[in-house]
């Protein structure tokens, strides 16, 4: 079935190193790839996304690169700092009756360590 | 806080109670979801729906139900023959959904403790 992998579930990193979240996904007509972050018991929030059409996106220390071929796509963090520490959620959209779905993975707990 | 609502925060029902959790958006979006979101688990998608008194099942649709009367509200009722259903609860929305997918944006959640 349809599905979104993603790795790693944990990450730890020191502050000021890059963090990199990797997924898959297994629909090939997913267009639409966006990540979320969610801080402890809050809502998701959108941080970064990038569609089909595009290799790579950047938006200030935050990146996400898309390799259709291979049916992959990440996100990067530069220079983390502690405030970056939350869940990250990787998601890909599918056609279904007309419409789009989302499937999210299952997410990766960042800590950026001072 | 986003346009949309979600209430209460936190919800404790018995077992073998159904109980609704509501989802109010003011975004004037056409398009509402609702997913389940357990540890380690990602958010799982119950039910959405494109438009006013239309919706579709999602990957884990057993044991809820939902209705889409109006185009801001679209609450979502969680019945006794969910076999599990402590769980946080989200409600997202998004604009019409032409060829491009759109990004969803998401409530606050409601807990949901069943015991």
């Known amino acids: 079935g349809e599905n979104v992998e993603q790795h790693p579930s944990t990450l730890s990193v020191q502050e000021g190193d890059s963090a990199v979240i990797k997924c898959t996904y297994s629909d090939s007509a997913s267009n639409y790839f966006p990540w979320y972050k969610q801080e402890l018991g809050k809502r998701p929030q959108l941080i970064i996304d990038?569609?089909?059409?595009?290799g790579e996106k950047k938006d200030q220390r935050i990146a996400v690169t898309l390799n259709k071929t291979a049916k992959h796509f990440s996100l990067h963090i530069t220079e983390t700092q502690p405030e970056d520490s939350a869940v990250y959620f990787c998601a890909a959209s599918i056609a279904a009756s007309g419409t789009y779905k989302y499937i999210f993975g299952t997410g990766t707990r960042l800590k950026v360590l001072a | 806080d986003g346009g949309i609502t979600q209430s209460p925060k936190y919800l404790f029902r018995k077992e073998g109670q159904n109980v609704t959790l509501s989802c109010e958006q003011n975004l004037n979006h056409d398009a509402m979801y609702w997913y389940r979101q357990d540890p380690g688990q990602g958010l799982r998608l119950i039910y959405y729906?494109?438009?006013?008194?239309?919706?579709q099942k999602g990957d884990i649709a057993e044991g809820y139900s939902v209705s889409r009367e109006k185009k801001e509200s679209f609450p979502l009722t969680v019945t006794s023959a969910q076999k599990n259903p402590t769980a946080f609860y989200l409600c997202?929305?998004?604009?019409?959904?032409?060829?491009?997918?759109?990004?969803?944006?998401f409530g606050n959640g409601t807990r949901l403790t069943v015991t």
């Open positions: 990038i569609r089909s059409n595009v």
């Open positions: 997202a929305s998004s604009i019409r959904q032409g060829t491009d997918p759109p990004p969803l944006h």
């Open positions: 729906s494109q438009i006013v008194n239309d919706f």
